[in-house]
């Protein structure tokens, strides 16, 4: 019952990684953006996450703007011993006829279960045109199941 009343008891969404703004061929284009080192264990041992990456971008026609993600998972607080658990690139946005702005949130799953206590999530957006497409994206990781309801 409380799933229908209050999702918001049962989830926590934190910041994934830092802002991107890029130019197609130039500035921040192509360019991995960090991720923030999450404590599983401070949260409650989530089970799951969603990545959401929100974008808004300038595409010509037929042109795309697709993110690269991947997920590191370790035992050290400083992730000096990463491993991937995933790493995968989509498509997030794709110019319309004549081109024009696109706006849209990316959502990807991502099982937390299967890693270590430490992860992070880095993501790389990469623009098809030469140079006149732009584009902007941030990085949250919404994360459910844990042992505990967040705090």
Known sequence: MIQMKD??????????????????GGAGDNTAV??????????????????????????????????????????ADDLSDAATLVSETVVAATGPAGGGTVTGCLELDVKLRAGGR?????YTPDLSAADTDTAALSALLICGGMDRLPQ
Do not use: C, H
């Open 7 to 24: 999702i918001g008891a049962l989830i926590t969404a934190l910041r994934a990684a830092g802002n991107a703004a890029l130019t197609a």
């Open 118 to 122: 430490y992860q992070r999530v880095t």
């Open 34 to 75: 960090p991720g923030v080192i999450l404590d599983r264990a401070a949260i409650g041992m989530p089970q799951s996450g969603l990545l959401a990456i929100p974008f808004t971008a300038t595409l010509a026609a037929g042109e795309t703007l697709s993110v690269t993600y991947t997920v590191q998972e370790g035992e």
